[in-house]
């Protein structure tokens, strides 16, 4: 059981650069998040899946697209990598919608620097 | 204002003493609070929820005043396995369950 696991661990890319972070869980859970961490900033919510089939977008989505590929399954991609998105990229996953006692698990993170 | 704030720290504490943070939140509306840990590097985790009547788990107590809108953590005997940063966090109400995030208060256990 490995819990959240993402890739790449680290990530340098050139402005304009494209990538996509991956993410996976295996708790079977149905609510999966996108978090930037930067320093002096708590975690702030790019996106989130509340369910298989549905994104919203959180607090910070422009520049970023999600995909739920399936139920443990969910991707962000940066289409045009600008230096403003260095930080470090956590996925999480929780069992129904988050809050309300409802514990969030956390990948490793991704490391990610745009030149 | 912030929506959740935290003292930063750094808080330098002996090991076997007792140190006590508290978080600010603005939104009155909220409805969950949890404390998360940190390690240098790693990825947040849950450390404990906070419940409205106070909720202690070992060494480790967390209060909720709704009326001053604040939550606190308290660490008993420190050990220097606690060296870490604490996330406040909070849902934002109202029907929204997402969570808000403190920026954090970094701990360091002093042998």
């Known amino acids: 059981n490995a819990g959240v696991t993402q890739t790449p661990k680290f990530q340098v890319l050139k402005t304009g650069q494209s990538m996509t972070l991956q993410c996976a869980q295996d708790m079977n859970h149905n609510s999966m998040y996108w978090y930037r961490q930067d320093p002096g900033m708590g975690l702030r919510l790019i996106y989130y899946s509340a369910s298989e089939g549905t994104t919203d977008k959180g607090e910070v989505p422009n520049g970023y697209n999600v995909s739920r590929l399936n139920k443990r399954e969910f991707s962000l991609r940066l289409e045009s990598a600008a230096p403003s998105q260095t930080s470090v990229y956590f996925c999480?996953?929780?069992?129904?919608?988050?809050?309300?006692?409802?514990?969030?698990?956390f990948g490793p993170g991704t490391r990610l620097t745009v030149l | 204002r912030k929506e959740v704030e935290q003292d930063p720290g750094p808080f330098n504490v002996p090991e076997g003493a007792t140190v006590a943070f508290n978080c600010t939140y603005s939104n009155s509306a909220s409805q969950s609070f949890f404390w998360y840990r940190q390690d240098c590097r790693k990825e947040p985790k849950l450390l404990m929820s906070?419940?409205?009547s106070g909720n202690e788990d070992g060494r480790f107590t967390a209060q909720l005043n709704r009326a001053s809108q604040y939550i606190s953590l308290l660490i008993r005997d420190s050990k220097l396995s606690d060296s870490a940063t604490y996330l406040c966090?909070?849902?934002?109400?109202?029907?929204?369950?997402?969570?808000?995030f403190g920026t954090g208060t970094r701990l360091t256990i002093i042998p």
């Open positions: 906070v419940y409205s």
């Open positions: 999480a996953s929780s069992e129904l919608g988050g809050g309300a006692y409802n514990e969030q698990f």
């Open positions: 966090v909070v849902t934002r109400g109202g029907g929204n369950e997402k969570l808000t």
